[in-house]
Nanobody
Framework: QVQLVESGGGLVQPGGSLRLSCTAS????????MGWYRQAPGKQRELVAL???????NYADSVKGRFTISRDNAKREMYLQMNSLKPEDTAVYYC???????????????WGQGTQVTVSS
């Protein structure tokens, strides 16, 4: 089985910073594209940032210049450094990974449970 475990969410004041982490574990052959998504109440889940195995990144316009996505392939970990946080960043943040399971033939998307990020005074 494959599991994604997230950490680092919490309450922070506007202008503050948080660092989210996501660790993939289980029977994994390879972990391909990974990304962070977020969902605010009453809104659809949206892409925050993506990162390929070799470090190519893509960011939503709303977070460019403020957020940085990174990964450590050896540790099967992914991170999201969030700086200059705004109230509109408040959402549940989800980790997603495209993974080929051991003995598998094709990749599937796996999701973490989500972690709450609240930006408020």
């Amino acid at each position: 089985q494959v599991q994604l475990v997230e950490s680092g969410g919490g309450l922070v004041q506007p202008g503050g910073s948080l660092r989210l982490s996501c660790t993939a574990s289980g029977s994994i052959f390879s972990t391909n594209v990974m990304g962070w998504y977020r969902q605010a109440p009453g809104k659809q889940r949206e892409l925050v940032a993506l990162i390929s195995r070799i470090g190519i990144t893509n960011y939503a316009d709303s977070v460019k210049g403020r957020f940085t996505i990174s990964r450590d392939n050896a540790k099967r970990e992914m991170y999201l450094q969030m700086n200059s946080l705004k109230p509109e960043d408040t959402a549940v943040y989800y980790c997603k990974a495209e993974i080929i399971k051991s003995g598998g033939y094709y990749p599937s998307d796996y999701w973490g449970q989500g972690t709450q990020v609240t930006v408020s005074s």
